[in-house]
C-alpha cells in the first residue's frame, strides 16, 4: 500500500435486487483504477455486513464510525469514495449521508439529489417543474385508500404500474385490461410501500449519460435500447441477445441536441453529480423523461462505459475525471 496513492473504496453490494449486478461494476472499476495514482480496495456492503476485501481474498471489517479498516495494526482511510451499488443503500442517498457525516467524498449524487431521484413520483414532479414532459402518473402509497376508476381517469391503460423506489424492472407490470391493474398494484407493493401507476408512452426508448468535468458538463453520446420483450423488463435487461443497443442512437440530429440540452438541464436542476443516465421514451415528436439513474452500471456491458469509450474516453481517464471531481467536493 502505497503511501502516495489516493485510497479508492470502491463500494459494491447493496440490499436490492441489483446486487449482482453491482460486484461486477464494481470489478470493471477497481480494474481501471489500478495504476500509479490511485489504490482501489473494494468495500462490500450489504445489510450489516460491511467489509473489504483486499487482493490475497482476505475480508477485513469496516470500522463503521469512521469507515476505516485496520491491516497489519495499521488503519487505513479512505480518501474517496466511488459508488457502485445500485439502488438501496447506494443510490438512494442514505450511504451518501453518512458520508457526508464523516467529510468523505463521493463519486456520485449527494443525499437529497440521491434521495429524490429514487422516488420516481417525487422526481417526476420536479422534473416537469423544469417544462421536461413526464407521463401523467398516481402515486399510491401503502395503507391509503385508492379506487381503479380514479387512477384510469388519469393514466387510461395501457398503464405502467411500478414499485415507485425500485429498479431493474423488478415487480413491474404494463397492465392493458381494467381487470389486471388491482393484481399489478398488489405485486407492486411487494417490493416497495410506494407504487406508481403511469400512462404508457409509445415510442423509443433513448438514453443519455451525463458527467462533470471542471467548468463543463458534458452529454455523452445517445444510445437507443431496443428490446425483444414487450418492454424493457428484468429479462431483457440481463439476457444476452434480448435487447440490443444501439451508438449512436439512429435519430436525427435536432432530436439528438434536444436529448442532449435536456439531459444537461436535469443534470443541473436537479444538481447531480457524477455520471448520470437520463433515460427517455421518444414519440418522433416528444420527448418524455422515463427515470434518471444516479448510479448507473459500468459492467463490462453496462451502457455507460459504451458510451464514454465512443466518445474517446478510456475507462482509466474516465473514471480519473469522476474520482478528481469527486474530490473537488470534499467537505469544507
Ligand atoms: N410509462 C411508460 N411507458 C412505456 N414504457 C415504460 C413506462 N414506464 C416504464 N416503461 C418500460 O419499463 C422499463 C423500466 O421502467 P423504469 O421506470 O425505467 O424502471 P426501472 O427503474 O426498474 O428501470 C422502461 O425501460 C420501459 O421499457
Ligand atoms: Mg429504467
Given at each position: 500500500m502505497n503511501q502516495d496513492k489516493i485510497n479508492v473504496a470502491v463500494i459494491a453490494g447493496g440490499d436490492s435486487g441489483e446486487y449482482t449486478i453491482s460486484l461486477k461494476s464494481a470489478s470493471i472499476i477497481m480494474k481501471y483504477l489500478e495504476g500509479e495514482k490511485y489504490a482501489p480496495f473494494l468495500v462490500h456492503i450489504k445489510f450489516g455486513e460491511w467489509y473489504c476485501l483486499l487482493?490475497?481474498?482476505?475480508?477485513?471489517?469496516?470500522?463503521?464510525?469512521?469507515?476505516?479498516?485496520?491491516?497489519?495494526?495499521?488503519?487505513?482511510?479512505?480518501?474517496?469514495?466511488?459508488?457502485?451499488i445500485h439502488g438501496t443503500p447506494g443510490e438512494d442517498g442514505k450511504l451518501q449521508g453518512y458520508f457526508d457525516l464523516l467529510g468523505i467524498p463521493y463519486t456520485s449524487c449527494g443525499s437529497i439529489t440521491s434521495a429524490l431521484t429514487f422516488n420516481k413520483a417525487f422526481c417526476n414532479?420536479?422534473?416537469?417543474?423544469?417544462?421536461?414532459?413526464?407521463?401523467?402518473?398516481?402515486?399510491?402509497?401503502?395503507?391509503?385508500?385508492?379506487?381503479?376508476?380514479?387512477?384510469?381517469?388519469?393514466?387510461?391503460?395501457?398503464?405502467?404500474?411500478?414499485?415507485?423506489?425500485?429498479?431493474?424492472?423488478?415487480?413491474?407490470?404494463?397492465?392493458?385490461?381494467?381487470?389486471?391493474?388491482?393484481?399489478?398494484?398488489?405485486?407492486?407493493?411487494?417490493?416497495?410501500?410506494e407504487v406508481l401507476v403511469e400512462k404508457y408512452v409509445k415510442g423509443r426508448e433513448i438514453t443519455c449519460g451525463v458527467f462533470k468535468n471542471g467548468e463543463q458538463i458534458i452529454a455523452l453520446p445517445i444510445v437507443e435500447v431496443v428490446s425483444k420483450k414487450e418492454f424493457f423488463d428484468y429479462e431483457a435487461k440481463y439476457?444476452?441477445?434480448?435487447?440490443?443497443?444501439?451508438?449512436?442512437?439512429?435519430?436525427?440530429?435536432?432530436?439528438?441536441?434536444?436529448?442532449?440540452?435536456?439531459?444537461?438541464?436535469?443534470?443541473?436542476?436537479?444538481n447531480c453529480k457524477g455520471v448520470v443516465r437520463f433515460d427517455y421514451i421518444f414519440n418522433e415528436s416528444?420527448?418524455?423523461?422515463?427515470?434518471?439513474?444516479?448510479?448507473?452500471?459500468?459492467?463490462?456491458?453496462?451502457?455507460?462505459p459504451?458510451?464514454?469509450?465512443?466518445?474517446?474516453?478510456?475507462?482509466?481517464s474516465f473514471y480519473d475525471i469522476l474520482i478528481t471531481e469527486a474530490m473537488k467536493q470534499k467537505m469544507k
Open positions: 487482493p490475497d481474498s482476505t475480508k477485513v471489517e469496516i470500522d463503521k464510525n469512521d469507515f476505516s479498516i485496520t491491516v497489519d495494526k495499521k488503519k487505513i482511510r479512505f480518501d474517496v469514495v466511488f459508488t457502485a414532479k420536479v422534473v416537469a417543474s423544469t417544462g421536461v414532459t413526464v407521463s401523467p402518473s398516481v402515486h399510491l402509497i401503502k395503507g391509503y385508500e385508492f379506487s381503479i376508476d380514479d387512477i384510469l381517469a388519469t393514466t387510461g391503460l395501457p398503464c405502467f404500474v411500478k414499485p415507485n423506489c425500485g429498479g431493474s424492472s423488478v415487480g413491474m407490470s404494463k397492465v392493458k385490461e381494467k381487470e389486471h391493474l388491482l393484481e399489478a398494484i398488489e405485486t407492486a407493493f411487494k417490493e416497495d410501500n439476457t444476452d441477445n434480448l435487447a440490443e443497443e444501439l451508438i449512436p442512437a439512429p435519430i436525427d440530429s435536432a432530436t439528438e441536441i434536444k436529448c442532449k440540452e435536456t439531459s444537461i438541464l436535469l443534470y443541473k436542476a436537479l416528444v420527448l418524455n423523461f422515463l427515470e434518471v439513474n444516479t448510479v448507473p452500471g459500468m459492467s463490462s456491458a453496462s451502457i455507460v459504451k458510451m464514454a469509450q465512443y466518445q474517446g474516453y478510456t475507462l482509466n
